[in-house]
């Protein structure tokens, strides 16, 4: 079973910058897409961003041209990164392993426990 641990949450100001890192516990990482997902207080989860097992991406409305996602199948991990951050890009985010291409979290069926990302002055 995929296990998925994500880091690299922190509190930032607005305009700042972070990388999250989602390190999967096997190698096989690369057969899997995995996605990006936040769920801020009070709100459904929504998708951020994923990337196919042939580096195939695809970027929510709020992520594109703010953040990027990349995968280093050597290390077993995926990245967030995440520039330009704004007082709403403030949530839980988690990645998810799954076969589909897709930012329907309900299509995922491996999941981290999420890591805080906070944007404030």
């Known amino acids: 079973q995929l296990q998925l641990v994500e880091s690299g949450g922190g509190l930032v100001q607005p305009g700042g910058s972070l990388r999250l890192s989602c390190k999967a516990s096997?190698?096989?990482?690369?057969?899997?897409?995995i996605g990006w997902f936040r769920q801020a207080p009070g709100k459904e989860r929504e998708g951020v961003s994923c990337?196919?097992?042939?580096?195939?991406?695809y970027y929510s409305e709020s992520a594109t041209g703010r953040f990027t996602i990349s995968r280093d199948n050597a290390k077993n991990t995926v990245y967030l990164q995440m520039n330009s951050l704004k007082p709403e890009d403030t949530a839980v985010y988690y990645c998810?392993?799954?076969?589909?291409?897709?930012?329907?979290?309900?299509?995922?069926?491996?999941w981290g426990q999420g890591t805080q990302v906070t944007v404030a002055s």
């Open positions: 998810a392993g799954g076969t589909l291409l897709v930012l329907d979290p309900d299509e995922y069926d491996y």
């Open positions: 096997e190698s096989t990482l690369g057969y899997y897409a």
């Open positions: 990337i196919s097992w042939d580096d195939s991406l």
